[in-house]
């Protein structure tokens, strides 16, 4: 089960670039990276995935290093409205779900407060 | 249109009930889940579908189980509720061959 964990915290400005770092130490083979955005009383949103180097789309940018034992999520230029939780998630990629593989785990979310 | 719906959006129940929470996407996708966040905002998986079949399944209490009718649906039993029970839970589904997911807006079971 490959664990994750994320500062449970940060502050920031408008205009200011956020790197995000999560540890997922005992990442298996399979698994693949997935960041979520979470507003208050919402469901979690996709943002970016990656399984190695960097991802880069309209929203973000994810940097995996050759060890993969962590992931860096990169937000150019926050506004107000990324004040939300950012959730790690780390687990099997796409068409290798199996019966008893590896679990989707969740990191524990990191809370961006982004001000003025 | 709403991809992932789930109703009802707020359930207030009492202990030994029996309730269930449904879910749908019309989103044409392969894979459905159900999630579990508690009042620390954990969130943790509890089931997923593919193809009407249970590929993942979490150490959960038996009370409860997965039920899906088709591959656009997957309902949610809770039976003998607990107080422990009460938190919002989260459907979500993912497309073939991709691991994104897409989430519900989540219901809030609240267990007096």
């Known amino acids: 089960l490959a664990k994750t964990t994320q500062p449970i915290s940060m502050d920031s400005y408008e205009g200011q670039e956020v790197n995000i770092t999560c540890s997922h130490n005992?990442?298996?083979?399979?698994?693949?990276i997935t960041w979520y955005q979470q507003f208050p009383s919402q469901g979690p949103r996709f943002i970016i995935q990656?399984?190695?180097t960097k991802v880069t789309n309209e929203v973000a940018s994810l940097f995996i290093p050759a060890d993969r034992k962590s992931s860096t999520l990169s937000l150019p230029r926050v506004s107000l409205s990324d004040t939300a939780v950012y959730y790690c998630l780390v687990g099997e990629g796409p068409g290798t779900l199996t019966g008893g593989g590896n679990k989707l785990t969740f990191g524990t979310g990191t809370q961006l407060k982004v001000e003025l | 249109d709403t991809a992932v719906s789930q109703t009802p959006k707020y359930l207030v129940t009492q202990m030994g009930n029996d309730k269930s929470i449904k879910c749908e996407q019309n989103l044409g996708h392969d894979t459905m889940y159900w999630y579990k966040q508690d009042s620390k905002k954990f969130l943790k998986i509890m089931f997923s579908?593919?193809?009407?079949?249970?590929?993942i399944n979490e150490t959960v209490p038996n009370r409860f189980s997965p039920k899906s009718p088709d591959k656009a649906h997957l309902n949610l039993h809770i039976n003998s509720l607990e107080l422990g029970d009460s938190a919002v839970y989260f459907c979500a589904s993912s497309p073939r061959g991709r691991y994104e997911q897409y989430f519900g807006p989540g219901t809030r079971l609240t267990v007096t």
């Open positions: 579908y593919n193809n009407k079949e249970l590929i």
């Open positions: 990656g399984y190695k």
């Open positions: 005992n990442i298996a083979t399979n698994d693949y």
